[in-house]
Every structure is written in structure tokens, then in C-alpha cells.
């Protein structure tokens, strides 16, 4: 993810620098025109505006504690992970007390929507930083958008990401049904996305369900379970029940325990083949024959 908001900014102009722990990742943004630097302390010393997105919340702690150690000019911290609201709100006191302003701008899209700036960002914090950031963030988003408050970016977040998890999974079960009666897989994506019944994560994940491969991760099961267990533990803390986001959580476990947890969160159609005891074979070959042979070939 942050790979991609730097590719993004050094294409659009602005002069980025940047570290991460990864060797490998540095390398890749040094060929986008990144400058790497020796820390995240080394980044804020130059750049007013820091964006972190980082793995774990003990991550974010570390780099909280690095930056409000070292002596800076006040800094904008744009905070765009996804973690519990608490673990950002200890983030933000330690940077306020050092001087600084930490945003919560949690992002809602794929890292391979990040690729393509196909992102939304849900910001919240200091209403006056977030409109001057406004430019900045048109270059690597579709959008920002200001909730107010510092945390409520992240509520927002919960609130989407529980969209996601369960319109991926019910991408993956109408996938599995139309593959079971019989229907080839990429027909069953093409019609059903040109129906009612699209949504966004059957238009994303859909073409890995026709292929069968969940290795060109947007985002894995193991990344996406933590997300879940965030908005799980928000909802009891809230007093809401969850019971379609409930009803999913079985399903990215089972995925995670048989092999997928490194895999995209599009594997879960693979649970739900084995779950309707179906497997993959020469039928689906035989069903786009029949498609062909019946002049199936798009809209008229």
C-alpha cells in the first residue's frame, strides 16, 4: 500500500522519501523515483507531511515513539492503517505531545487499487490540515473525505470493511453455485457483473474465483482476519450485533487453516467448493462450448 501511494506521488510531481524495514521495498521505490532514507525519523526530518502504513499496532507505537524522540518542527502524521481506535489514540497523544498533528486516514480499497489511485480515504482529525492535504491526496486517491473527529476515520473503516468481507464471500458462494449447476465460471462473472447482483468485491475478486489462483494478492486472509476481529470487538463494544458479518468469519478461518492465509481474501471460494463438494473439471470447458455453440456472446 504504501509502496503504491509513493509510486503515485513521485508520478504526479511531488518529492517523496521514504523507508521501510523491507530492503526489497526500497529497492522497488527507488526505481519510482523515491529517495530512501535510514528511518522513519530520517523522513519526518525533511518531509512535513509523513504518511505511515504499517503491518501491526506495535509498529505504529515504535514509530510514534521514534518521532516524538527526536527533535523536529511541528509534522503532520497521516495515519492510514487499520487498527483499533484506542491504539490510534495512544499514537496521536504521544505525537501531540512532541509538537505534532496526527491524522486518522484510514484508506478503503485493495493494494491493487492503490495501484491505479482507486482509493478513498476516510480522514479524521484536524479539519484545517485535512483541507490542505486535500491536493496531495488527489494524486494518489479518488477521493478524501473529512469525518470530523479524530478516530471516526477509523469507525468508518469497520463500517466498510464489513461490506467487504461479506460481498466477498457472497461473490465467492453465487460463484460456486452457477459453477455447480453446471455454468462456466467466466460466464457466471460476466453476466453476473453485468446484473443486479454486481458489487465491487465480485467485480475485483470474481476474475482469481474463475481462474482458481489466489496468489496475485490484493490482500490476504491472514491481514484481513485482524481487520475482522477489529470490527467484531467494535460492534460488541457498541452493542450491535453482526450477523451476516458473523455468519463469514468461519469461512476466512477455514481458508486460513487450509493453506490460503497468505493467499487473497478471494480464496474463500475455494472453501465453499469443498463445502457444496464440488470440484473443478472438464464441465466448465463444456459449458462455454455450449455458450459459444448457443451464440452467448454479450448484449444485445
Known sequence: MGGAFAKNLCAAGWRVIGFDLSCARC?????????????????????????????????????????????????????????????????????????????????????????????????????????????????????????????NGSKMKYVANLLVAIHNVSAAEAMVLGMKAGLDPELVFKLANAGAGQSRMFELRGPMMVKNDYTSVTATIRVFKKDMHLIGDFGEKIGVALPLFHATVPIYDEASHSGHAEHDTASVCSVLERMAKFKRGKSAGKARKLARRDGLRGPY
Not at 529517495?35 to 504499517?54: G, K, N, P
Not at 491524522?103 to 480522514?123: E, H, P, W
Not at 484545517?128 to 478516530?151: A, E, N, Q
Request: charged share 30%; with cysteine; glycine share 6%.
Open 27 to 151: 529497492r522497488e521505490a527507488k526505481r519510482y523515483g523515491t529517495r530512501i532514507a535510514h528511518s522513519a525519523a530520517d523522513v519526518a526530518q525533511e518531509a512535513r507531511d509523513v504518511i505511515t502504513s504499517l503491518s501491526n499496532a506495535e509498529a505504529l507505537d515504535s514509530v510514534s515513539q521514534e518521532l516524538a524522540r527526536v527533535t523536529l518542527k511541528p509534522r503532520v502524521v497521516i495515519e492510514t492503517s487499520t487498527f483499533a481506535i484506542k491504539e490510534k489514540q495512544r499514537a496521536e497523544r504521544i505525537l501531540r505531545k512532541a509538537g505534532h498533528i496526527m491524522l486518522d486516514c484510514t484508506v478503503s480499497g485493495t493494494g491493487a487499487q492503490a495501484r491505479m489511485k482507486d482509493l478513498i480515504f476516510y480522514a479524521s482529525g484536524d479539519s484545517k490540515t485535512i483541507k490542505r492535504l486535500r491536493p496531495m491526496f488527489r494524486d494518489f486517491s479518488r477521493g478524501v473525505y473529512d469525518l470530523g473527529v479524530f478516530g
